[in-house]
């Protein structure tokens, strides 16, 4: 079986064909998605997506490029919608930090560290980004007892990924390791027992200049299998496995 631990599924890329892209995921053999959402507005369509599609599991977080759009309020209303829900939610997702953009690493760092107190709170794992942050983000979860916690779409450096994996965290490998070598490096030097793969749907396809969806996860599992040497098969069940020890598998609406 196959997991998607990592997409956009409420944002409107889907808003016309959404059942025909679960549908075809389902092909796929997928034992569940896990859509994120980043902000109250995403945060809802999610858990409404999630009411329709059993193979959809939410994770509800706030994303750091909207943090800056966001008051105190507006955090804490999500804190308080996660504790609420806690039962019905898969991950605590998307959060983190991005040195990208022009965006406060005062205001992100510290709803980040809100979302780390929550997860250790509700035992739920994190969904993390980390784009041109990934030392800080790093930091930030390993000075916590945060537990399982993946780095989604990881581009950082080699030995962070080392670091993340030691710790017994995940790496999340995306689709677009067909063809981005520091993504293949990340994966062929990280032990499998501590990736995850995801399409972070509807960016990063596999196939260039076609919109990516969750079916396509597959494709990532494949490479993975390439550049480890080993047997599909055995590759699908480990990160398989990995990906149900993450979410909190009785999230139902």
């Known amino acids: 079986m196959l997991a998607d631990m990592h997409c956009h599924l409420v944002l409107r890329d889907f808003q016309k064909d959404l059942a025909d892209v679960i549908e075809r995921a389902k092909k796929a053999n997928p034992g569940f998605i896990v859509s994120v959402g980043g902000n109250v507005q995403e945060n809802a369509k999610t858990m409404e997506i999630s009411r329709k599609f059993q193979?959809?599991?939410?994770?509800?977080?706030?994303?750091?490029?909207?943090?800056?759009?966001?008051?105190?309020?507006?955090?804490?209303?999500?804190?308080?919608?996660?504790?609420?829900?806690?039962?019905?939610?898969?991950?605590?997702?998307e959060v983190g930090l991005?040195?990208?953009?022009?965006?406060?690493?005062?205001?992100?760092?510290?709803?980040?560290?809100?979302?780390?107190?929550l997860s250790e709170k509700t035992k739920l794992s994190l969904s993390i980004h980390s784009?041109?942050?990934?030392?800080?983000?790093?930091?930030?979860?390993?000075?916590?007892?945060?537990?399982?916690?993946?780095?989604?779409?990881?581009?950082?450096?080699?030995s962070i990924a080392k670091k993340i994996a030691d710790l017994g965290h995940f790496v999340s490998v995306p689709t677009n390791v067909v063809f981005n070598s520091q993504v293949q490096e990340i994966a062929q030097n990280?032990?499998?027992?501590?990736?995850?793969?995801?399409?972070?749907?509807?960016?990063?396809?596999?196939?260039?200049?076609k919109r990516n969806e969750p079916a396509f996860v597959a494709e990532a599992v494949k490479k993975i299998a390439e550049l480890k040497k080993m047997k599909l098969a055995d590759v699908e069940d480990v990160i398989f496995e990995n990906s149900s020890k993450i979410i909190n598998a009785g999230a139902r609406i």
């Open 190 to 209: 990280i032990d499998i027992r501590s990736l995850v793969v995801e399409t972070d749907a509807p960016f990063l396809s596999p196939f260039r200049g």
């Open 98 to 117: 991005d040195y990208s953009r022009n965006y406060s690493v005062e205001k992100q760092k510290k709803a980040f560290e809100r979302m780390i107190q």
């Open 131 to 158: 784009r041109e942050a990934e030392q800080d983000a790093f930091d930030m979860v390993s000075s916590s007892d945060a537990k399982n916690a993946v780095f989604h779409c990881f581009m950082g450096k080699l």
């Open 55 to 93: 193979l959809i599991k939410p994770a509800i977080g706030i994303d750091p490029q909207w943090v800056d759009k966001m008051d105190e309020a507006q955090i804490e209303e999500i804190a308080d919608f996660i504790l609420k829900n806690r039962e019905k939610i898969a991950m605590i997702g």
